[in-house]
């Protein structure tokens, strides 16, 4: 069994946009366009998920060009990162998605032990899951994790303030 973390990436930002001028305020703040619904693309550290036919979520390390838009708005999800090249083992026990079928740059939108999550599987790092939810539900998925971790194997569980 391999090194599992779970850490809280607490300098993150992110968006969501909707409406005709989400685009033009992408490309405006110098961020890529995904093709379709369910795709996402990534540029530098900043990921830019479409998640509908003119709506888009956007997440980036704090200091990034952040969009502006008539239907832009900040979110404050809280995000995860869990890696180590068992990840799979411990996305099994808590989400019945197949996590085999999932390739880096994939993007996806689940319930992971009962919450909403949106998860990136980053296409420069194939043992690594990021995981975004609603900052009212991240003390109980930190948790969550930390216990399914403690089962599947060695772990480093920093939860940050959570």
Known sequence: MTQLNFERLADW?????????????????????????????????????????????VFMPSGGSAPVGEWCFQRHDTIFRLSGADWLAVMAQLCQFDFRQMRPG??????????????????????????????????????TFEAVINDVGQTSVDRGDV
Do not use: K
């Open 106 to 143: 994939d993007w996806q939108m689940l319930a992971v032990a009962g919450i909403n999550c949106w998860l990136y599987a980053p296409a420069d790092r194939p043992d690594t899951l990021l995981l975004g939810c609603d900052p009212g539900f991240s003390a109980y998925l930190a948790h």
């Open 13 to 57: 930002q992110g968006w969501i946009m909707t409406g005709p001028d989400s685009t033009s305020a992408l490309t405006g703040a110098g961020l890529p366009v995904p093709d379709g619904p369910l795709s996402v693309l990534q540029a530098d550290a900043a990921i830019v998920a479409r998640t509908g036919r003119d709506e888009f979520m």
